[in-house]
């Protein structure tokens, strides 16, 4: 786990989920490995880095409540400090995460929290400081090569993407997207 437990690529989307509905670690975990079964994900880590949220304001601690003859679990939900935080996490795995990243992969799942038009403007950016990214440093001429085939088939989807969404073709959350966008002019 990084030094930073913000910086862990769970953090994302344990905010995404709590978003959805509050919850404690074992259910946040349980979630996280059907949604995210490519990450190691375990219940003590999830517990930790809600802690460590908690320490952040991202989330806050309900009393721990008890479900039948279950040990009492403390249930997690987000803050306003939490849910800003979440857009934020979003925007910055689309813009800045490396390419053909885990990170990009899951800030993509939330993109549709963004307003569409800001979606599309944040990957229409990746692409082009992908386009002018040159080779991956301290790699050979094959691992460069095959690295360059990753960045131009991301640049490509990403572009696709982004039309697609301008043109209206992706169901977005309409509502919350003519919200922000509103906002943001």
Not at 163 to 168: D, E, F, T, W
């Amino acid at each position: 786990m990084p030094l930073d437990a913000s910086r862990n690529s769970l953090v994302l989307p344990i905010l995404g989920l709590l978003a959805e509905r509050p919850a404690h670690a074992y259910d946040l975990a349980g979630r996280l490995r059907e949604r995210c079964g490519h990450l190691p994900v375990t219940r003590s880590t999830v517990a930790t880095l809600l802690k460590s949220m908690a320490r952040a304001g991202l989330v806050t601690a309900r009393e721990p409540g008890r479900v039948g003859n279950r040990p009492p679990r403390t249930v997690y939900e987000t803050t306003p400090a939490g849910v800003t935080g979440f857009h934020d996490k979003v925007e910055a795995g689309l813009r800045d995460a490396p390419a053909a990243s885990m990170d990009f992969v899951l800030a993509l799942g939330y993109a549709q929290v963004l307003a569409a038009g800001r979606a599309a403007l944040i990957l229409e950016d990746r692409a082009a400081r992908l386009l002018s990214s040159g080779d991956a440093p301290g790699r050979g001429p094959l691992e460069n090569e095959y690295w360059r085939g990753m960045v131009t088939a991301e640049v490509e989807w990403i572009t696709g993407l982004a039309r697609r969404i301008r043109a209206g073709e992706l169901t977005w959350n309409a509502a919350e997207s003519s919200d922000q966008e509103r906002s943001n002019d």
